[in-house]
């Protein structure tokens, strides 16, 4: 029978790797299994086999890069994501229903109803950021070197609307670990964005660092140059902020997502009067003229 945490390690490395050459091979030998004994692990976990995941993950970061980075081509964006032009408009249109340029165009965000009131504001203030959205942003935002940190965490796979009982249910699983510790801090990395990725398919890791962590249901997080939106508002709005910060800010100021963990750090989370969360989104970035091919 396959073991989750085993296939739960396995995503980990995919997502950490993504930008680099990745095969089938690889992400077995990480997890020390053969290639077809794993690829039907995998499959019986996830519904998916290892390579179509893989694909469809090189896709939607695709597709995320086509809508948060206009000065990306999308020859720059084929290469990165590891395909010839050619197969990827190919691979895309089969995926999304569109061509690449038709796609960024149009900005089709995939409209489930927890987001869908908010897909209108999300397009008007990437298309047209005025000056006072900048600067509010400016005020709000910092470029920070993070320290590299190990965390305690558990995999979840399904809609991020759900994300409040998956807290719940993790605080009430580590228990006997969070009583050890006096001031416990609260990371959540979010793998994917819910305009984009089918809601039943995205990852979310709900977590809390540990430095001396190791083993199964523990990860390395990587430090390096990170934006960082320090948010205090409703949980609403909190998908605003998020490409307040990817698809206006660092587009603004020539920056891109680097390689790494998107995170939110929490401070509170409902818990005071207003019942407002107040975290620091965080998302690993590099200069947008570097560009990196992964075609082999």
């Known amino acids: 029978m396959a073991d989750p945490f085993i296939i739960h390690q396995a995503v980990d490395f995919i997502y950490t790797h993504l930008d680099e050459q990745l095969s089938v091979g690889r992400v077995a030998d990480a997890c020390c299994f053969s290639p077809y004994y794993f690829n039907r692990m995998f499959r019986q976990v996830t519904g998916e086999s290892l390579y179509a995941c893989i694909k469809r993950l090189r896709l939607e970061r695709g597709a995320f890069r086509l809508l948060k980075e206009p000065s990306a081509t999308v020859t720059d964006i084929a290469l990165e994501a590891g395909f010839s032009p050619s197969n990827f408009a190919t691979a895309f249109r089969d ?6 340029m038709r796609y960024r165009n149009e900005r089709p965000f995939r409209a489930s109803v927890p987001y869908a009131e908010q897909l209108h504001e999300i397009r008007k203030r990437q298309e047209s950021p005025d000056d006072a959205l900048l600067s509010f942003l400016d005020s709000r935002i910092s ?8 965390i305690v965490t558990r995999k979840f796979i399904g809609p991020y609307s759900r994300l409040g009982e998956v807290w719940c249910r993790f605080c009430e699983s580590m228990g006997s670990y969070l009583r ?17 990725t089918d809601s039943r398919s995205c990852v979310y890791n709900p977590a809390f660092e540990l430095p001396d962590a190791y083993g199964p249901g523990t990860l390395a997080m990587p430090g390096g140059l990170h934006a960082c939106y320090r948010y205090r508002g409703g949980h609403e709005q909190l998908l605003i902020a998020f490409n307040d910060l990817v698809g206006v800010w660092m587009p603004y100021h020539g920056y891109v997502v680097g390689q790494g963990f998107v995170f939110e750090r929490y401070y509170s989370a409902g818990t005071d009067e207003a019942g407002y969360f107040d975290v620091d989104l965080c998302v690993p970035v590099r200069p947008a003229h570097k560009f990196r091919s992964n075609k082999t």
């Open 95 to 100: 995926h999304f229903g569109l061509s690449p």
């Open 143 to 150: 470029l920070r070197v993070l320290p590299s940190t190990r």
């Open 180 to 196: 050890r510790l006096s001031s416990p801090s609260f990371i959540g990395i979010s793998f994917d964005d819910p305009l984009i």
